[in-house]
């Protein structure tokens, strides 16, 4: 009984450590595998936990006088504050960015920045925005609107930076870029005289391609026309001469009847109302009017 009794004793002894090591109170220090865990004995550190599982190589833990500091092992995000850069067109732009990060060291973390994540955080940003600035500035405005490759490079230089304080940076990127606003009304006139330029130049290149055609169609028209003339011509003296040969064949036929019906249009042309006509009554004119004249 007194063995079990002791074995129960030591179990629940082991239990205990064990649950206490959970919250770091007990003699035991146990670390997850998302955490770094530090040990400081009076404010000095004596143990760093990188590493998921039982820490104690250094002894074990005191509880009244060792201190277990917990430092997040994830990858943390930090959106910076815009800031305001001149690229190299010499304009102004507003760079809203983000980074990602890590604690790498949490012993050179803590000996960096003692209020913590804060404090961490505005050293990050002022390093990564110095770089960001310096990496912009050398950029044209199409290569920092296509998101140039020159900023893929600012992750490796941020992290050589702030190597000492036990911090790497992951990735930094640019999440918007705009204008300041005393800048975009000189910029909008700007592309709006552009546009203007472009739109007159089309506009003239479409009134000389007008003028163009207006003067090939009228040549045309002419080339159409005077060909139709010169046809019509043909065709006209075709039918004239086709008309003087049918009237040479009749008027040879019946030569009297031919003369009669000529004679009789001139009358009907000659004579109208209040017509004088001062002809001697035998001249050639009035020979169908005599008795004698040949009848038909």
Same mark, same amino acid.
């Given at each position: 009984?007194?063995?079990?009794?002791?074995?129960?004793?030591?179990?629940?002894?082991?239990?205990?450590?064990?649950?206490?090591?959970?919250?770091?109170? !007990?003699?035991?220090?146990?670390?997850?595998?998302?955490?770094?865990?530090?040990?400081?004995?009076?404010?000095?550190?004596?143990?760093?936990?990188?590493?998921?599982?039982?820490?104690?190589?250094?002894?074990?833990?005191?509880?009244?006088?060792? $201190?277990?500091?917990?430092?997040?092992?994830?990858?943390?995000?930090?959106?910076?504050?815009?800031?305001?850069?001149?690229?190299?067109?010499?304009?102004?732009?507003?760079?809203?960015?983000?980074?990602?990060? =890590?604690?790498?060291?949490?012993?050179?973390?803590?000996?960096?920045?003692?209020?913590?994540?804060?404090?961490?955080?505005?050293?990050?940003?002022? $390093?990564? !925005?110095?770089?960001? @600035?310096?990496?912009?500035?050398?950029?044209?405005?199409?290569?920092?609107?296509?998101?140039?490759?020159?900023?893929?490079?600012?992750? @490796?230089?941020?992290?050589?930076?702030?190597? +000492?304080? !036990?911090?790497?940076?992951?990735?930094?990127?640019?999440?918007?870029?705009?204008?300041?606003?005393?800048?975009? #009304?000189?910029?909008?006139?700007?592309?709006?005289?552009?546009?203007?330029?472009?739109?007159?130049? #089309?506009?003239?290149?479409?009134?000389?391609?007008?003028?163009?055609?207006?003067? #090939?169609?009228?040549?045309?028209?002419?080339?159409?026309? &005077?060909?139709?003339?010169?046809?019509?011509?043909?065709?006209?003296?075709? @039918?004239?001469?086709? &008309? &003087?040969?049918?009237?040479?064949?009749?008027? @040879? =036929?019946?030569?009297?009847?031919?003369?009669?019906?000529?004679?009789?249009?001139?009358?009907?042309?000659?004579?109208?109302? #209040? $017509?004088?006509?001062?002809?001697?009554?035998?001249?050639?004119?009035?020979?169908?009017? +005599?008795?004698?004249?040949?009848?038909?």
């Amino acid at each position: 009984m007194r063995l079990l009794f002791g074995l129960l004793v030591v179990g629940a002894a082991i239990v205990a450590m064990l649950w206490a090591s959970q919250i770091d109170r !007990g003699p035991l220090v146990i670390n997850r595998a998302d955490e770094y865990r530090l040990v400081l004995r009076l404010g000095h550190p004596v143990a760093e936990l990188k590493e998921a599982g039982l820490g104690g190589m250094w002894g074990p833990r005191i509880p009244f006088l060792d $201190t277990v500091l917990v430092f997040d092992k994830k990858i943390q995000y930090l959106s910076a504050a815009a800031t305001e850069v001149e690229i190299e067109s010499h304009d102004r732009v507003i760079i809203d960015y983000y980074v990602l990060w =890590k604690i790498e060291s949490p012993l050179a973390f803590r000996s960096s920045f003692p209020a913590g994540i804060p404090a961490a955080q505005e050293r990050i940003q002022k $390093t990564v !925005g110095s770089l960001v @600035g310096n990496a912009v500035g050398t950029l044209s405005m199409q290569a920092l609107l296509s998101r140039a490759g020159a900023l893929d490079a600012l992750s @490796g230089r941020a992290t050589e930076e702030l190597a +000492e304080d !036990g911090v790497r940076v992951i990735d930094v990127r640019i999440n918007r870029t705009e204008l300041p606003i005393p800048s975009q #009304k000189a910029t909008y006139d700007q592309m709006r005289e552009q546009r203007h330029a472009i739109a007159r130049e #089309k506009r003239a290149r479409g009134e000389r391609e007008g003028r163009e055609i207006r003067a #090939k169609a009228e040549r045309e028209a002419r080339a159409i026309l &005077a060909g139709a003339n010169a046809a019509a011509q043909v065709t006209r003296g075709a @039918g004239d001469a086709e &008309a &003087a040969r049918i009237y040479a064949a009749a008027y @040879g =036929k019946d030569p009297e009847f031919f003369a009669f019906t000529r004679s009789l249009e001139a009358y009907r042309k000659s004579f109208g109302e #209040k $017509t004088s006509l001062f002809i001697s009554p035998e001249h050639e004119f009035f020979r169908y009017f +005599e008795s004698s004249a040949p009848r038909r």
